[in-house]
């Protein structure tokens, strides 16, 4: 996955928002406001995700060259994924899409709806 891929398909998510608050260089991808995503556009390598924590450490135990702890983040609900290194763009994806809904399950319930209605997502 390059950057291009990766910015094409965050924003391919539903009421995604972009922004660069951090610095110049590091892609933000939040839904209401809130981050799933993150990553440097020149030095593109690794890739941020909010992560469910035990399946966090399941991620990492299997794929350890591959996938760490959140870099700058908790490293309890995020980690980082190489995007040069073996992981497959299908898995990346995966991964970057199941960060989006596990920040949209954490939203109001109002808010769940609306973006569930708008992404034509199933309810819960």
Sequence with gaps: MDVI??????LSLPLTEEATPF??????????????SLADMVDFRWINVKCDPEYAVALR???PDQILPGWHMNK???NTLRTDGDLPNAFLR?????SYLL????LPRLRR???RA????PAE
Aim: overall charge negative; glycine content about 2%.
């Design 5 to 10: 891929e990766y910015r094409e398909y965050c």
């Design 23 to 36: 610095d110049e260089t590091t892609l933000v991808y939040k839904i209401s406001g809130k981050i799933y």
């Design 61 to 63: 135990e299997r794929y």
């Design 76 to 78: 309890n609900h995020w």
């Design 94 to 98: 995966e991964q970057i899409r199941n």
């Design 103 to 106: 920040v949209v399950a954490s």
């Design 113 to 115: 709806e609306e973006i």
């Design 118 to 121: 708008a992404a034509d997502f």
